[in-house]
């Protein structure tokens, strides 16, 4: 198995930036597909951004132009640069990666965007 931990959340203005972090236990982050999601309360979990291992890119719409999804592969470590953060960004970020032939999930990191 594979353990995710995220960090990097916290509170923010908006129009303000954040970058998460998600350090992954084994080194997959070179092959796997690697993947932000986000929940806010009473809503589903969404996903937000994906990077695969060759290292192309996907975003939800209402982050494209805001937010960039990267890796460092010697780290283990992949990042999600929010820029221009919304109050509607507010949620609980979670890192995930289907690993084994299941899905692994961080505890996850808050995001709040609030004046």
């Known amino acids: 198995q594979v353990q995710l931990v995220e960090s990097g959340g916290g509170l923010v203005q908006p129009g303000g930036s954040l970058r998460l972090s998600c350090t992954a236990s084994r080194n997959i982050i070179s092959t796997n597909v690697m993947a932000w999601y986000r929940q806010a309360p009473g809503n589903e979990r969404e996903l937000v951004a994906r990077l695969t291992g060759g290292g192309a890119t996907d975003y939800a719409d209402s982050v494209k132009g805001r937010f960039t999804i990267s890796k460092d592969n010697a780290k283990n470590t992949v990042y999600l640069q929010m820029n221009s953060l919304k109050p509607e960004d507010t949620a609980l970020y979670y890192c995930?990666?289907?690993?084994?032939?299941?899905?692994?999930w961080g505890r996850g990191t808050q995001v709040t965007v609030s004046s």
């Open positions: 995930n990666t289907f690993y084994r032939g299941r899905d692994h």
